[in-house]
Nanobody
Framework: QVQLVESGGGLVQAGGSLRLSCVVS????????MGWFRQAPGKEREFVAR????????DYADSVKGRFTISRDNAKNTVYLQMNSLQPDDTAVYYC???????????WGEGTLVTVSS
């Protein structure tokens, strides 16, 4: 069974940076398009960023463009989210997502909490 495990969350002051990591178990990491979503208290889960299987194409929510960078290392089965210039509105649980569209798989990690203090 494929598992996604996030790490790297924590408490940071406004203007600071964090890097989230998500390690995917198994041998099929290269087949997944990967993404990050987040859910703030009392709000719906929302899209943050995604990256294609080969890493050649990325996409971002308007709210994080220019501040966040998604990347992946297929040799390490890991996807990253570098978050710079963090603001209190970025406070949320961040979830890693993997999609293998050809077989209808849509996998989620358990999330990692990011708290940005003002």
């Amino acid at each position: 069974q494929v598992q996604l495990v996030e790490s790297g969350g924590g408490l940071v002051q406004a203007g600071g940076s964090l890097r989230l990591s998500c390690v995917v178990s198994g041998r099929t990491f290269r087949t997944y398009a990967m993404g990050w979503f987040r859910q703030a208290p009392g709000k719906e889960r929302e899209f943050v960023a995604r990256i294609t299987r080969g890493g050649g194409t990325t996409d971002y929510a308007d709210s994080v463009k220019g501040r966040f960078t998604i990347s992946r290392d297929n040799a390490k089965n890991t996807v990253y989210l570098q978050m710079n210039s963090l603001q209190p509105d970025d406070t949320a649980v961040y979830y890693c997502n993997g999609q293998w569209a050809a077989v209808g798989l849509d996998l989620w990690g358990e999330g990692t909490l990011v708290t940005v203090s003002s």
